[in-house]
């Protein structure tokens, strides 16, 4: 399984309580950060450089402590990402490199407000999913690098418009949290009122469910 995620901590707040069922489950985890994060900061003081540094080490931690097998820093600038044929072969070569049969990442066609790295991240990995991961003329120097084509088998799409797949994350919700609470210079230890709103989140994307707590994903079984 592989988790693209645009900024340290977006996967905890997106897939994390689905995350912790996988590496329970014996599953491998991959995390691939594109941003640095380092603009996330409403501290006037913190220096962009210090402020990447210790957002790295908050994934870590969170990753850590939900099993993830692997993490992968490509420590783009935050806010700068394009859809590049540079930023699209990273992601190909690690697609190649790890061999998920599962991709999940950020939706690109959220509507309306949504953060300009996260539509950039979806679309890329979507791209990089397919065709480029599969077809062995595509970047064919990673083929000399020994990494042979690659096809996934599903992408899963958090913050989707349109979720058709709700996983039940209703026994993993608190380490889904204390995931969260890794990231202290983004959620501050999260405090009673930001964990009641996110459970009221996840008792949304449970909805219509036999069960209490989700997390909702747009779901796409790939065709070859």
């Given at each position: 399984?592989?988790?693209?995620?645009?900024?340290?901590?977006?996967?905890?707040?997106?897939?994390?309580?689905?995350?912790?069922?996988?590496?329970?489950?014996?599953?491998?985890?991959?995390?691939?950060?594109?941003?640095?994060?380092?603009?996330?900061?409403?501290?006037?003081?913190?220096?962009?450089?210090?402020?990447?540094?210790?957002?790295?080490?908050?994934?870590?931690?969170?990753?850590?402590?939900?099993?993830?097998?692997?993490?992968?820093?490509?420590?783009?600038?935050?806010?700068?990402?394009?859809?590049?044929?540079?930023?699209?072969?990273?992601?190909?070569?690690?697609?190649?490199?790890?061999?998920?049969?599962?991709?999940?990442?950020?939706?690109p066609y959220r509507r309306y407000m949504w953060h300009r790295d996260h539509r950039i991240t979806g679309q890329v990995t979507m791209d990089a999913v397919f065709p480029y991961a599969r077809d062995h003329l595509s970047y064919p120097d990673l083929l000399a690098e020994g990494l042979q084509p690659h096809k996934v088998k599903e992408m899963w799409l958090w913050a989707a418009d349109d979720a058709n797949y709700h996983?039940?994350?209703?026994?993993?919700?608190?380490?889904?949290?204390?995931?969260?609470?890794?990231?202290?210079?983004?959620?501050?230890?999260?405090?009673?009122?930001?964990?009641?709103?996110?459970?009221?989140?996840?008792?949304?994307?449970?909805?219509?469910?036999?069960?209490?707590?989700?997390?909702?994903?747009?779901?796409?079984?790939?065709?070859?």
């Amino acid at each position: 399984m592989m988790v693209v995620t645009p900024h340290p901590d977006d996967a905890e707040f997106g897939v994390a309580g689905t995350v912790v069922q996988w590496t329970r489950a014996g599953k491998n985890v991959v995390y691939v950060v594109c941003t640095n994060g380092d603009k996330g900061t409403s501290d006037i003081n913190m220096k962009p450089q210090e402020l990447a540094r210790i957002r790295e080490q908050e994934q870590l931690a969170a990753a850590k402590l939900l099993g993830v097998s692997d993490v992968v820093f490509l420590r783009h600038p935050d806010q700068s990402l394009e859809d590049t044929p540079e930023f699209r072969k990273e992601l190909v070569r690690l697609i190649r490199t790890y061999r998920p049969e599962v991709v999940v990442t950020a939706s690109p066609y959220r509507r309306y407000m949504w953060h300009r790295d996260h539509r950039i991240t979806g679309q890329v990995t979507m791209d990089a999913v397919f065709p480029y991961a599969r077809d062995h003329l595509s970047y064919p120097d990673l083929l000399a690098e020994g990494l042979q084509p690659h096809k996934v088998k599903e992408m899963w799409l958090w913050a989707a418009d349109d979720a058709n797949y709700h996983s039940n994350v209703t026994d993993t919700f608190d380490i889904k949290m204390a995931a969260l609470g890794c990231h202290q210079s983004q959620v501050g230890g999260i405090p009673p009122e930001m964990k009641e709103r996110l459970r009221e989140w996840a008792k949304a994307m449970a909805e219509g469910e036999d069960f209490e707590l989700g997390e909702a994903f747009r779901r796409v079984e790939m065709r070859y």
